[in-house]
């Protein structure tokens, strides 16, 4: 069993910036894609980025190109995701997943553990 532990959301002006954070807490982590995925009030959980095992790949959702950047320190165990240029409707909650595979994956099926979720709220 792998517990993942989020934080870093909060409240932000849009335009604004934050950075999650999300520790596992087990090294295994270092051998497992990670994932980002926001579920918005009233909407189906959405996939947000993902990193491979090595960090040397990436993906996004194009909602979220060129203003989040997912990033991972295996030695620490987590996996980072800066946002930049927040807007209102980036507005979720933010969960951290751990997938059965080393590899880039957006299918939520391919995710086996999951953190708890923390608010991100951007005010307009």
């Known amino acids: 069993q792998v517990q993942l532990l989020e934080s870093g959301g909060g409240l932000v002006q849009a335009g604004g910036s934050l950075r999650l954070s999300c520790r596992a807490s087990r090294s295994t982590f270092r051998l497992y894609a990670m994932g980002w995925f926001r579920r918005a009030p009233g909407k189906e959980r959405e996939f947000v980025a993902t990193i491979s095992w090595t960090g040397g790949s990436t993906n996004y959702a194009e909602s979220v190109k060129g203003r989040f950047t997912i990033s991972r320190d295996n030695a620490k165990s987590t996996v980072y995701l800066q946002m930049n240029s927040l807007k209102p409707e980036d507005t979720a909650v933010y969960y951290c997943?751990?997938?059965?595979?080393?590899?880039?994956?957006?299918?939520?099926?391919?995710?086996?553990?999951w953190g708890q979720g923390t608010q991100v709220t951007v005010s307009s």
């Open positions: 997943a751990m997938a059965r595979t080393n590899l880039v994956s957006d299918r939520e099926n391919l995710y086996e553990y």
